[in-house]
């Protein structure tokens, strides 16, 4: 895992279709966008575009996607649905915390992924969902 003094250091992105602006608070408790959407005890963010991209189109909701940049009010850890319980090392960079993240600005120039890609990437998630594979929250 990263230390937090390089994860500070470097633009950190959160995907979702919330309408947000500067200063807001992005915080768990809500209900997943994945899964069986239990209530998310950690908020997810990333140190890649990509992965805030796909995290914006895969958001539930009927709003367009959206990507923040955001800081970590609390200490971050590696996202275990992402690295190495799933993926050897962190290749997307992706983390989770259990503290709120703070807006600070949003990215506007971002281009989503092709349908097709889109496409597939649900599915597979619907497979998983069909096969009982929940999303790592502890």
Same mark, same amino acid.
Request: glycine content about 6%.
């Given at each position: 895992m990263e230390s937090s003094n390089e994860l500070s250091s470097q633009r950190l992105y959160h995907g979702t279709k919330a309408d947000l602006k500067p200063? &807001? *608070?992005i915080e768990p408790g809500f209900n997943s966008n994945y899964g069986k959407r239990k209530k998310a005890s950690y908020v997810y963010l990333s140190a890649t575009l990509? @992965? @805030? $991209? =796909?995290g914006a189109e895969l958001a539930l909701g009927d709003g367009p996607g959206r990507i923040y940049l955001v800081e970590a009010t609390g200490p971050m850890e590696d996202d %275990?649905? *992402? /690295? &190495? #319980? #799933?993926f050897p090392g962190? %290749? /997307?960079k992706s983390y989770r915390t259990a #503290? %709120?993240?703070?807006v600070i600005g949003e990215v506007t120039? =971002?281009?989503?992924h092709a349908p097709e890609q889109l496409k597939a990437m649900r599915d597979h998630l619907d497979r998983l969902k069909d096969l009982g $594979?929940? @999303?790592i929250e502890d």
């Open positions: 200063g &807001d *608070l990509d @992965a @805030a $991209i =796909w %275990p649905n *992402l /690295t &190495d #319980k #799933k962190n %290749p /997307t #503290k %709120p993240l703070r120039d =971002w281009q989503g $594979i929940e @999303a």
